[in-house]
């Protein structure tokens, strides 16, 4: 049991456990031992257990079978994950989404045509083009969550409050000075939330039509282009582009994580915050 995670993250010993086969073969002996009524079956059926869990999470090729189960539940999970993010959005994005993912599968097709050895190079353009597709939709999402956020938020409304504020601040008493002077500071935050999502919300439009337009270039080439190796440095540099467009996203989405109401107080963070993932 030596080996008994992977990176931290996978327990061979606890997915042997769990074994389907395991749990079959353990309620067979229990049913043996209760028909027989003897409680033989049981104790060598804990022997074998034993040296079953001693050994098997050991094995290479268990642990490749672990791995594999993983990697499927995690897809599954992102699956379902990128599912929830589009039935989220409106019409409108749900179908630039879907014709991106038209453009993509064209440029499969085209490229299924090539020949045997430059499938290697297909292989990983349809990795990208996942990957790419993944990170779009991620990006159309937070579009339409700092879109709502703009339409429900009026900075000269905020601005026009935190001015009456400063206006009658000498005529009040120092403790209610205190106070107002905090929810002033806190006006102006808000306002300049405002405008870095509103700013990030352009960042993004561009990246997506940027991220439309260079596949519907890539979709074009790939009618008659030949090199696969091409197609492949255009998308990296297009992945490139994207990673830090998501990453501007995260940041300025990190703004809205703790927003300070008073001493010692914190506002909690909105479901709309934390769009992106990576």
């Known amino acids: 049991m030596a080996q008994d995670k992977d990176n931290g993250q996978v327990s061979y010993v606890k997915a042997a456990l769990g074994w389907q086969y ?94 045997s050895t430059s499938q ?29 956020h703009l339409t429900t938020t009026n900075p000269e409304s905020i601005r026009h409050e935190a001015r009456e504020l400063e206006k009658g601040l000498e005529k009040q008493s120092p403790k209610v000075q205190e106070i107002n002077r905090k929810r002033i500071e806190i006006l102006n935050k808000r306002v300049e939330k405002y405008e870095k999502v509103r700013e990030n919300c352009q960042v993004i439009d561009a990246q997506c039509a940027a991220v439309e337009d260079v596949l519907q270039l890539i979709r074009d080439q790939s009618v008659t282009m030949r090199d696969p190796q091409q197609l492949s440095d255009h998308l990296d540099n297009l992945m490139r582009d994207v990673e830090q ?27 709309a915050r934390n769009r992106i993932r990576s």
């Open 22 to 115: 395991n749990w079959i073969a353990l309620a067979g002996a229990a049913g043996f031992a209760l028909v027989s009524g003897s409680a033989l079956p049981v104790l060598l059926a804990a022997g074998l257990e034993l040296i079953y869990l001693s050994t098997v999470p050991q094995m290479s090729r268990f642990q490749r079978l672990v791995r594999s189960w993983k990697y499927a539940e995690e897809k599954r999970e992102r699956a379902m994950s990128l599912s929830a993010l589009f039935h989220e959005m409106p019409p409108e994005m749900r179908t630039r989404y879907l014709q991106l993912d038209t453009s993509c599968r064209a440029i499969r097709e085209n490229y299924k045509r090539l020949s």
């Open 245 to 271: 467009t998501e990453e501007t996203v995260r940041e300025v989405e990190a703004i809205f994580e703790l927003t300070p109401l008073a001493d010692g107080e914190f506002d909690a963070p909105s479901s």
């Open 120 to 148: 290697m190079f297909v292989e990983q353009m349809e990795a990208k083009l996942e990957g790419l597709a993944q990170s779009y939709l991620r990006l159309l999402n937070a579009a339409f969550h700092h879109r709502e």
